[in-house]
């Protein structure tokens, strides 16, 4: 059973950096492609970047040039590093996880705030 826990979340001011990592247990971690998806108040959850097994890295064009997404697959961990943020980023974030083969992301974290202050 695959288990991903994120960290890292905060409140920080307009401008400002974090980063967000995710730990990925109970699986072949290597091998899956690795997800951040947030949802803000009243919003649906969207797509925010992803990383394929082979390091190949997409962002949402919101987020493109201000983000950036990495994974050590040493500590089975998948990092968002955050700069510039604005207001617009408040959301909680999740991480997520997509099996060889699967279509769609299939394991989710619990989320961690992110609060991005005018």
């Known amino acids: 059973q695959v288990q991903l826990v994120e960290s890292g979340g905060g409140l920080v001011q307009a401008g400002g950096s974090l980063r967000l990592s995710c730990a990925a247990s109970?699986?072949?971690?290597?091998?899956?492609?690795m997800g951040w998806f947030r949802q803000a108040p009243g919003k649906e959850r969207e797509f925010a970047a992803a990383?394929?097994?082979?390091?190949?890295?997409t962002y949402a064009d919101s987020v493109k040039g201000r983000f950036t997404i990495s994974r050590d697959k040493a500590k089975n961990t998948v990092y968002l590093q955050m700069n510039s943020l604005k207001p617009d980023d408040t959301a909680v974030y999740y991480c997520?996880?997509?099996?060889?083969?699967?279509?769609?992301?299939?394991?989710w974290g619990q989320g961690t705030q992110v609060t991005v202050s005018s």
């Open positions: 997520a996880a997509k099996r060889f083969g699967v279509s769609k992301f299939d394991y």
């Open positions: 990383i394929s097994s082979t390091g190949s890295a």
């Open positions: 109970g699986g072949p971690f290597s091998l899956y492609d």
